[in-house]
């Protein structure tokens, strides 16, 4: 089953967004071949995440000016929790440190996010 017919549309709009990723150099296309995500290069991968440490800083700097006493409480329990699950022997470890993990990262997203400049 071809991209298309997987997601109800016809070969037109298909080809028009492969044509318009592959002018942005986000896919790579070969005659009688298809379309591929082209590998990311070392490079790429440092400045990605470079942008993403300035970002994150500036994100974590708002979320401290923002964020409530009863979320401060809610960070320390996550935690506390992760490090308990990390010390642990339970084989579903893994998954309760990211649950802690994405729960922590909302409460600081929402932080920064929803509410206005101090």
Do not use: K
């Amino acid at each position: 089953m071809g991209v298309a017919a997987a997601v109800g549309v016809s070969r037109t709009p298909v080809r028009e967004t492969l044509r318009r990723l592959h002018a942005e150099g986000l896919v790579d296309r070969e005659a009688n071949r298809g379309a591929t995500v082209p590998a990311w290069r070392e490079q790429d991968l440092e400045e990605i995440f470079e942008r993403r440490a300035l970002l994150e800083g500036y994100g974590a700097e708002l979320a401290a000016t923002r964020i409530t006493p009863e979320e401060i409480a809610r960070l320390r329990e996550l935690c506390a929790g992760t490090e308990g699950y990390a010390a642990g022997q339970r084989r579903d470890r893994a998954d309760r440190i990211a649950v802690c993990n994405a729960q922590f990262h909302e409460i600081i997203l929402g932080a920064r996010a929803t509410r206005g400049t101090p």
